[in-house]
Structure formats: structure tokens, C-alpha cells
């Protein structure tokens, strides 16, 4: 079993900034991309940001110059630092890893509980 906690959600005013972090832990092996994904209410579940296991990132367009991921290998763990938050930025933010687990070396993909990110004018 692989567990994946988020942390670091909560109000902020639009222009303010936000750090959520992200640990995994349980049986693994090594962990391939890692990324933040988001869901405002009554839209679909978007990616915002990966990270591969090299830290070759990837953002969507609506957050590229304001949102920044990161990931520390060692410890397993993932970040998305947020600046300049905008009120369309709110929404439930969860993260995945692609992990490889030690009792199967096959990849799937394991996702936190979500933190909710709101963001007022």
C-alpha cells in the first residue's frame, strides 16, 4: 500500500501566495513523475504540474510564471509553491505519484485525500 498525505491548504487573499506539500510513504520502490492536479466545483479534475523523476517539469498555461513544483527524491515528496494566487486559482488540489511498489515493480498511480485551496478577491 502506498499512502500520499497533502498539506498546506487554506484561504488566501487573490495576490498572496501558498506552499502544499506532499509526502508518500508505505511499500516503495521508486517513485517515476509526480504531479498536482485540480478540481474546482463542477469542472473536471486538471493537471497543473508534473514533475518527472529527473525534475523535468510541465504546467499548465494558467499557472506557468506564478506556480512552481518541486520534489525532494530522498525524502519522497513533492511541492507546488503558488504566488500571485487568483480567485480562479480555487479548487480541491490533489497529488499523484507514479509509483513503483516493492511488492509488485509495476507502476500505478496513487493519489492524496486533496487540500482545498481558496482564493478570495
Known amino acids: 500500500q502506498v499512502q500520499l498525505v497533502e498539506s498546506g491548504g487554506g484561504l488566501v487573499q487573490a495576490g498572496g501566495s501558498l506552499r502544499l506539500s506532499c509526502a508518500a510513504s508505505?511499500?516503495?520502490?521508486?517513485?517515476?513523475?509526480m504531479g498536482w492536479y485540480r478540481q474546482a466545483r463542477g469542472q473536471q479534475r486538471e493537471l497543473v504540474a508534473s514533475?518527472?523523476?529527473?525534475?523535468?517539469?510541465n504546467y499548465v498555461d494558467s499557472v506557468k510564471g506564478r506556480f512552481t513544483i518541486s520534489r525532494d527524491n530522498a525524502k519522497n515528496t513533492v511541492n507546488l509553491q503558488m504566488n500571485n494566487l487568483k480567485p480562479e486559482d480555487t479548487a480541491v488540489y490533489y497529488c499523484?505519484?507514479?509509483?513503483?511498489?516493492?511488492?509488485?515493480?509495476?507502476?500505478?498511480?496513487?493519489w492524496g485525500q486533496g487540500t482545498q485551496v481558496t482564493v478570495s478577491q
Open positions: 499523484n505519484a507514479d509509483v513503483i511498489t516493492t511488492y509488485s515493480l509495476k507502476v500505478s498511480r496513487s
Open positions: 508505505g511499500s516503495i520502490f521508486s517513485i517515476n513523475a
Open positions: 514533475i518527472s523523476s529527473v525534475g523535468s517539469t
